[in-house]
């Protein structure tokens, strides 16, 4: 099998891969705050959260239902910046994700990824890489929001936390978007073999 990367383009499909997939894997997840209300753990992500308040009618109280999910619409979600996290972050885990399973196929078939390819698809893991950065310094911009507040203590305002900590998926998600950006953008430099030239 042949292939259209040299050793540096290697490692950096197998990198591209783990930042890819760690970004995504915390944009998904719910733990990107943590808190808690009526004595629960409660977690919020940008489009989910898990456990939230429901009005027992028949015992005439709040009660915590302990589930994770998303918010039942786009408009559901407690505030525009966290709106706007999520689609920004989104798009950015999409980018980087594409150039992984791009850089992964580039490992089986030859003449894939050039040099001018290589380059490209740093770009493109940079510009993903700062979406997700923007993403992830807009999101404490929503911590005002009522919802967050309740969980909070109502203590937390526009990057003040009051009683919640931020959660792993949040680091897992920046994290990886930094690598991509600092480490992949670099190495997609290096990763494509030079093209033959074919007398034509």
């Not at 456990?51 to 999910?69: A, I, K, L, N, W």
């Not at 407690?78 to 999409?94: F, K, Y």
């Not at 310094?137 to 203590?153: H, K």
């Given at each position: 099998?042949?292939?259209?990367?040299?050793?540096?383009?290697?490692?950096?499909?197998?990198?591209?891969?783990?930042?890819?997939?760690?970004?995504?894997?915390?944009?998904?997840?719910?733990?990107?705050?943590?808190?808690?209300?009526?004595?629960?753990?409660?977690?919020?992500?940008?489009?989910?959260?898990?456990?939230?308040?429901?009005?027992?009618?028949?015992?005439?109280?709040?009660?915590?239902v302990?589930?994770?999910?998303?918010?039942?619409?786009?408009?559901?979600?407690?505030?525009?910046?966290?709106?706007?996290?999520?689609?920004?972050?989104?798009?950015?885990?999409?980018?980087?994700?594409?150039?992984?399973?791009?850089?992964?196929?580039?490992?089986?078939?030859?003449e894939?990824?050039?040099?001018?390819?290589?380059?490209?698809?740093?770009?493109?893991?940079?510009l993903?890489g700062l979406?997700?950065?923007?993403?992830?310094?807009?999101?404490?911009?929503?911590?005002?929001?009522?919802e967050?507040?309740?969980?909070?203590?109502?203590?937390?305002?526009?990057?003040?936390?009051?009683?919640?900590?931020?959660?792993?998926?949040?680091?897992?998600?920046?994290?990886?978007?930094?690598a991509?950006m600092?480490?992949?953008?670099?190495?997609?430099?290096?990763?494509?073999?030079?093209?033959?030239?074919?007398?034509y």
């Amino acid at each position: 099998m042949a292939s259209s990367l040299t050793c540096t383009g290697v490692i950096w499909a197998v990198l591209s891969f783990l930042c890819a997939a760690a970004s995504c894997v915390g944009f998904f997840m719910p733990y990107w705050l943590l808190g808690s209300q009526l004595e629960k753990p409660v977690s919020f992500g940008t489009f989910r959260r898990c456990s939230y308040p429901v009005r027992d009618e028949s015992r005439q109280t709040t009660v915590m239902v302990e589930q994770c999910g998303r918010y039942a619409s786009f408009q559901a979600i407690p505030s525009a910046e966290w709106r706007i996290c999520t689609v920004v972050t989104g798009l950015g885990c999409g980018l980087l994700l594409l150039v992984a399973l791009t850089a992964l196929m580039g490992c089986c078939v030859s003449e894939l990824i050039s040099r001018t390819v290589g380059r490209v698809a740093g770009g493109i893991q940079f510009l993903g890489g700062l979406l997700i950065g923007s993403g992830c310094a807009l999101y404490p911009l929503g911590w005002d929001s009522e919802e967050v507040r309740q969980t909070c203590g109502n203590l937390s305002n526009q990057f003040e936390l009051g009683t919640c900590e931020i959660g792993w998926a949040y680091y897992c998600t920046g994290g990886g978007a930094a690598a991509a950006m600092l480490i992949c953008t670099w190495l997609a430099c290096f990763s494509g073999k030079k093209q033959k030239q074919y007398p034509y």
